[in-house]
């Protein structure tokens, strides 16, 4: 997968922003001093007049929105993942989640893949925080085409939404002429009959490349990309999981809370099935080059591939 | 509406206030109080609103930032039609639609849920965002505790809304003095409000925020006033017109029992008495 195109989702995340100012004209962006490294200056460059800098103040730019949405405004709210989800977690809660307001949050820099800033702005808990607020909607795009995809379909639909985006640039692997995305919709990737990896975000390329070497070995794994880890698509993880009967959920997120607990909190209740979860396991993150994370911790393609071989044997 | 309409009006909207949270047998009738005649003069005065329209498009904007007091903003919006007077009884009951704080979803007249501190300036300076946005002249007002500056969220309002010129916001501060733990110097002193205000760029008014009068002229300044927003530092007396609560901290959050409650609206009565009966 050498000459593969690599694009960082926070970059899908700023064009995709840009391209749906015209169609939407109550689209209002805002950010808090991160427009360079959110991308949504690439919006502001082309809307200046609805590009909103409200400083190094994350939950007063959450209020603002919630504000801005009561008026009719649609407002997208950005920073990292860290700040977005993790300092404003009451603000998202009570000012956007309780009123249900018509905010989306643009979370970018979110997991171990923010590399050398470390611990401290490696989010690895977001997901796990913004799935437990009623009516919370979560998306984790795997690639440029399926963030660019996400981002216009928060805004096209009434009610809050969380988009989690990266800073390292990951494989483009949806660009397929029959890529149809859709909020709540799992996508299968690759069917297999002896094990089910589902995945969300970075491990999405990951896992298919896992599933590659499995192959070769004689075990056929099926792929699933879970974009939206809410709404959850329980059918695809539950007809999978029958016909596989193991599943492993690999994520660039705590194994407390994020996608992993997701899929586990459906099949406990529906289908009992041996489970694996890949992720962060209880632990911060540390400084370091994204691609040297990623593999020390086990979430690229050979720690997943070395991780559900155990399993499945 | 003339001083002495709005002063029988207000104390209309104060037996509201111990009425709904007597049979809620829980509440905050204390900053409900001290702040009743600035609901009365923003509900029954000051703001562009249609009872029978809660949601008219380009209608002035109410945030109650300091959202524990829903039974003061309750008690206005129903004296001013919003919704039956006869309902606030209701106030925290179950199934209500008067929540324990202000929800947009289930009041109308309700332009913002709020409740949880310092979040509600910042819903308030987005309001006015939109306004300048849009350029439509609509006005936005948000009423915040004293003890309530605290929070640090209200400073990155502050800052915003200073630095962005929003001469259509109105920032009022219900100065009563007391918080939960007791008086707010004590606690963690706020004070001097004003000054921190002004150091935000935005013009300060100080007011008797029982005075009618006082109230009156502060609004009509705020209105006249151009590329900057305004505070209003309300002086207020917390349980004002109850007896036993007024300057009483041990009101804040706690509501009257039977006995308490026939003495305050015996007090109310005979404010309505002496402004020449009802209404």
């Given at each position: ?29 805002l950010d808090a001093d991160l427009a360079?490294?959110t ?14 800098d409200c400083g190094i103040a994350e939950c007063n730019m959450t ?14 709210i950005s920073s990292f993942?860290?700040f977005a ?229 | ?279």
């Amino acid at each position: 997968m050498a000459d593969v195109v690599k694009i960082a989702t926070r970059e899908s995340y700023g064009n995709a922003l840009a391209e749906c100012g015209k169609d939407f004209p109550e689209l209002v962006v805002l950010d808090a001093d991160l427009a360079g490294a959110t991308k949504t200056g690439v919006f502001k460059k082309a809307f200046p007049d609805r590009h909103i800098d409200c400083g190094i103040a994350e939950c007063n730019m959450t209020g603002i929105a919630a504000g801005l949405a009561t008026c009719g405004k649609i407002p997208f709210i950005s920073s990292f993942a860290m700040f977005a989800a993790g300092r404003n977690f009451e603000q998202v809660r009570n000012s956007i989640g309780y009123p249900h307001l018509n905010v989306k949050i643009g979370a970018t820099h979110a997991g171990i893949t923010v590399g050398e800033d470390g611990a401290t702005h490696q989010c690895n808990e977001d997901v796990a925080l913004m799935r437990t607020i009623p009516g919370m909607t979560v998306i984790v795009p795997s690639d440029d085409v399926e963030a660019k995809a996400a981002v216009r379909a928060a805004i096209e639909m009434e009610g809050p939404v969380y988009c989690r985006f990266g800073r390292a640039a990951v494989p483009v692997i949806n660009d397929k002429p029959d890529y149809k995305f859709e909020i709540g919709k799992g996508v299968l990737l690759r069917e297999g009959t002896d094990v089910t990896i589902v995945a969300s975000g970075i491990t999405v390329a990951s896992s298919l490349e896992a599933a590659e070497k499995l192959a070769a070995e004689g075990i056929s794994a099926e792929v699933i990309n879970i974009h939206t880890i809410k709404p959850l698509d329980e059918e695809i993880i539950l007809t999978s999981a029958k016909k596989t009967g193991k599943v492993v959920t690999a994520e660039e997120h705590s194994v407390i809370g994020g996608l992993g607990s997701a899929v586990c909190d459906v099949l406990c209740e529906k289908m009992p099935t041996p489970v694996l979860k890949i992720g962060m396991y209880d632990k911060f993150g540390e400084s370091g080059p994204a691609n040297a994370l990623v593999a020390k911790y086990g979430l690229d393609a050979e720690g997943i591939y070395s991780k559900v071989k155990d399993f499945v044997k | 509406m003339n001083k002495l309409e709005l002063q029988k009006t207000a104390n209309e909207v104060r037996k509201g206030i111990v009425t709904a949270v007597h049979s809620a047998k829980a509440g905050h009738p204390g900053g409900s109080l001290s702040a009743a005649d600035i609901f009365t003069y923003l509900y029954f005065e000051e703001m562009n609103i249609d009872p029978k329209d809660p949601k008219k498009a380009d209608r002035d904007r109410f945030v109650l930032s300091k959202g524990h007091t829903a039974p003061g903003y309750y008690s206005a919006l129903a004296n001013r039609g919003y919704f039956p007077v006869e309902d606030l009884k209701t106030l925290r009951h179950l199934g209500s639609y008067l929540q324990g704080h202000p929800c947009m979803q289930e009041t109308p007249g309700v332009d913002m849920s709020s409740g949880s501190l310092g979040q509600g300036i910042s819903a308030a300076v987005g309001m006015a965002l939109a306004a300048k946005l849009d350029g439509k002249d609509y006005r936005t007002y948000t009423l915040l505790g004293d003890g309530e500056i605290q929070e640090g969220q209200v400073w990155e309002a502050a800052m915003f809304a200073g630095a962005r010129n929003l001469d259509n916001l109105v920032v009022i501060v219900d100065n009563n003095g007391l918080q939960i733990d007791g008086k707010i110097e004590d606690v963690c002193s706020p004070y001097p409000i004003d000054k921190k205000f002004e150091a935000f760029n935005f013009h300060v008014i100080n007011i008797d925020g029982n005075d009618f009068d006082q109230i009156d002229a502060a609004f009509k300044e705020a209105k006249a006033t151009k590329g900057m927003p305004t505070a209003i530092i309300a002086k207020t007396v917390k349980g004002k017109g109850v007896s036993f609560m007024e300057n009483n901290a041990g009101w804040h959050g706690k509501a009257p029992n039977d006995e308490e409650y026939a003495t305050a609206m015996a007090d109310l009565e005979k404010i309505g008495a002496e402004l020449g009966g009802a209404k």
